[in-house]
């Protein structure tokens, strides 16, 4: 009988290495970063607040009705802002415009919203558009990509395949052609953004001039040392996903190829995972303190040993996409100055190419 055992254990772990094969990128942890010299604001013991009325909207409630509620109360984040820009809603794709006062429709940036592929929305997202609007001077289209459980994983990346290369030949008035166009996008939907380069590149199309990934996932094989080591001091993701580090990474893995439908290994769940090489410029904003540290961190080192341009941006004790708490945090603030400058390096590059081509 024990022979047995051994021998079905034997296999399940040669199946394992077989269906999930991937590299050891452990040599990425030693590439250096730099983290900003400051402490977090005062305000930031608001968003702090602002994390446990998210918790509490979900409290005794499973399932479904969990995560219609978390889904309901990441919708009203942005009720009650002060928001500058014009909202334009689309069906196909389907979408939300999001049009600063003055802004250039021949600027555009396809914004793609995090929320782990079940929940956000456009409009839970419409501090960050409005303000990334403002920063670009750009038309920004806020897709409304299929979500799981209802939708398959991929249903989302096609989605978002969709709407960049419809957003190419049309912008907020008609059918013209981008001038300027960007990718940005949180979390779950920095990880579609990553993953939309690399299929931008090897599909022939047109590339982005650029993308911005706040707090990216990059790698849903779990294997970066801060999904564990920062558990304790991440308030918004450590609650929600810190107990997967109580099970075994193979059993995760199976896990997720059963929900996503795609192995955690494919390139298209984890960007990190796949060439890395002639992608535009890409700038990754990320916390010290966050689970998903060491997923920009080890991106941003491998693009770089490929050719790629990736700049990585660390702020303090920062939660896990803190921009969305803009205007209200100082350092979201300071990130979006940053996209700014990150932009203007972007237009200046890209005039030097046109001269030297003339």
């Given at each position: 009988?024990?022979?047995?055992?051994?021998?079905?254990?034997?296999?399940?772990?040669?199946?394992?290495?077989?269906?999930?094969?991937?590299?050891?990128?452990s040599h990425l942890d030693r590439e250096e970063y730099s983290v900003r010299e400051a402490s977090p604001s005062a305000e930031n013991q608001n968003v702090l607040e602002r994390l446990k009325e998210m918790r509490r909207a979900g409290k005794g409630l499973r399932?479904?009705?969990?995560?219609?509620?978390?889904?309901?109360?990441?919708d009203s984040l942005s009720d009650g802002l002060d928001l500058q820009s014009e909202f334009r809603q689309s069906n196909s794709p389907k979408g939300e415009w999001v049009i600063a006062p003055g802004t250039d429709a021949q600027r555009r940036i396809l914004y793609i919203h995090g929320g782990a592929?079940?929940?956000?929305?456009?409009?839970?997202?419409?501090?960050?558009?409005?303000?990334?609007?403002r920063a670009a001077n750009a038309a920004v289209f806020a897709v409304d990509y299929r979500l799981m459980p209802e939708h398959r994983f991929m249903d989302g990346v096609r989605d978002c395949r969709k709407a960049y290369t419809w957003l190419?030949?049309?912008?907020?008035?008609?059918?013209?052609?981008?001038?300027f166009i960007m990718v940005a996008?949180?979390?779950?939907?920095?990880?579609?953004?990553?993953?939309?380069?690399?299929w931008v590149r090897e599909s022939g199309l047109r590339q982005a001039d650029g993308a911005v990934a706040f707090s990216p996932s990059t790698d849903l094989t779990l294997s970066a040392p801060s999904n564990r080591s920062n558990i304790s001091t991440d308030p918004m993701l450590g609650p929600m996903f810190g107990s997967l580090s109580k099970i075994p990474r193979p059993v995760i893995w199976w896990a997720t190829l059963a929900a996503f439908r795609i192995s955690p290994t494919s390139p298209v769940a984890s960007p990190l995972l796949g060439s890395l090489a002639n992608l535009p410029p890409?700038?990754?904003?990320?916390?010290?303190s966050e689970m998903l540290l060491d997923n920009a961190r080890r991106y941003a080192a491998k693009a770089r040993a490929e050719g790629s341009q990736?700049?990585?941006?660390?702020?303090?004790?920062?939660?896990?996409v803190w921009q969305i708490f803009t205007p209200m945090l100082p350092e979201a603030e300071e990130a979006f100055a940053d996209i700014e400058l990150f932009i203007r390096d972007l237009e200046s590059r890209k005039r030097e190419s046109e001269v030297a081509q003339t």
């Open positions: 009988m024990l022979w047995i055992i051994a021998v079905v254990i034997l296999l399940v772990v040669a199946l394992t290495l077989l269906v999930f094969r991937m590299e050891d990128l399932g479904k009705a969990r995560l219609l509620a978390l889904r309901k109360h990441m592929w079940a929940a956000g929305s456009p409009r839970s997202h419409r501090s960050i558009t409005d303000r990334l609007s190419l030949e049309n912008g907020p008035d008609g059918a013209s052609e981008a001038a996008g949180d979390s779950a939907g920095g990880s579609h953004t990553l993953g939309l380069l690399a890409v700038l990754i904003q990320a916390s010290d990736v700049e990585l941006h660390t702020w303090p004790g920062m939660v896990h």
